[in-house]
């Protein structure tokens, strides 16, 4: 089963022509073409992805803000749902947790508003938030006596598949039934990973939580791909960390990797993307890369 979590169609040939060069991990660079923007009259399906790893501080809630960004200035419409209760993806997109009235919690537990009530939209076009705060934490605790407990989310989000691309879930550091919620949801899950030895440890875990739920739970959710994250290539420790990622899961490695960057906390501080607050950045242009690769893995 695990193997089979890791299926995900071929991306066609004409896209991943080699160019020649080694990456970071170690593969030669895919040529990633500039994305068609889709078709303003098409239907949308969205393809709902989760960030999950149950480290904290891994790059989920970056990945989660500047990949949908990116998806968005493709011509993407993006709907980012912050699922932690410490509200650090709404924080970072400059919404206020402290002052919210309704958020993703008051979907999930009572029909007391409506999910149009609950979004908000962002500072960028196209790309809105399901926000969160720390009333979220109490929905572990109260969704335990609930019927089908586990496809709450499923159903907060069912109505609003047809009216975006793409669905992000930003995951709580946790294993517990927020995530297991959020994987139950999704098509995919993206598994940020920092390049530090001890972020390793817990993959086996989480590569076995996911198994489970896609056997008893979610027979289509797949794992889309492991993302290294916070990478130093002048230390010999995050080379080797990545090294050894690739060495156990191959093609299912990104080959893009996420550098670190005093960029990225300046973005938390200015509550937007970073391909919106440092457009020409390093760090802009891997999540643009990033977005390609998912889009040729969704294909």
Do not use: W
């Not at 699922?83 to 402290?98: A, I, K, M, W, Y």
């Amino acid at each position: 089963m695990a193997d089979e979590l890791f299926k995900v169609p071929d991306a066609p040939a004409e896209s991943t022509l080699v160019k020649g060069e080694i990456g970071p991990t170690g593969r030669p660079l895919p040529e990633l073409r500039v994305p068609t923007p889709p078709d303003p009259g098409r239907e949308m399906d969205a393809t709902i992805i989760a960030m999950c790893n149950q480290k904290g501080g891994v790059g989920k809630t970056t990945t989660t803000i500047n990949l949908g960004a990116a998806l968005v200035e493709i011509g993407h419409r993006v709907l980012l749902v912050d699922f932690d209760p410490q509200g650090s993806l709404s924080v970072g997109l400059g919404v206020n947790p402290h002052t919210l009235e309704r958020s993703v919690y008051n979907l999930l537990l009572s029909k007391e508003y409506t999910v149009d009530e609950v979004i908000q939209p962002t500072s960028v076009p196209e790309l809105d938030i399901l926000p969160s705060n720390i009333d979220l934490s109490a929905a572990e605790v109260q969704l335990v006596s609930e019927v089908a407990r586990e496809q709450t989310l499923t159903r907060v989000l069912a109505p609003l598949r047809d009216r975006y691309d793409f669905i992000l879930v930003d995951c709580a550091p946790s294993l517990g039934l927020l995530t297991i919620n959020a994987l139950t949801a999704s098509d995919y899950v993206i598994m940020p990973l920092e390049c530090e030895f001890f972020a390793l440890r817990g993959i086996a875990l989480l590569t076995d939580t996911i198994s489970k739920v896609a056997e008893r739970l979610n027979p289509k959710l797949r794992i889309m791909g492991i993302l290294g994250t916070m990478y130093d290539g002048r230390t010999l420790h995050s080379r080797e960390v990545l090294e050894r990622v690739v060495q156990a899961f191959g093609d299912d490695v990104f080959h893009t990797v996420i550098r670190r960057t005093v960029k990225f906390p300046e973005t938390t501080v200015a509550g937007e993307p970073i391909t919106t607050y440092a457009s020409a950045s390093p760090g802009a242009d891997a999540y643009r890369m990033l977005a390609r690769e998912v889009l040729l893995k969704c294909r």
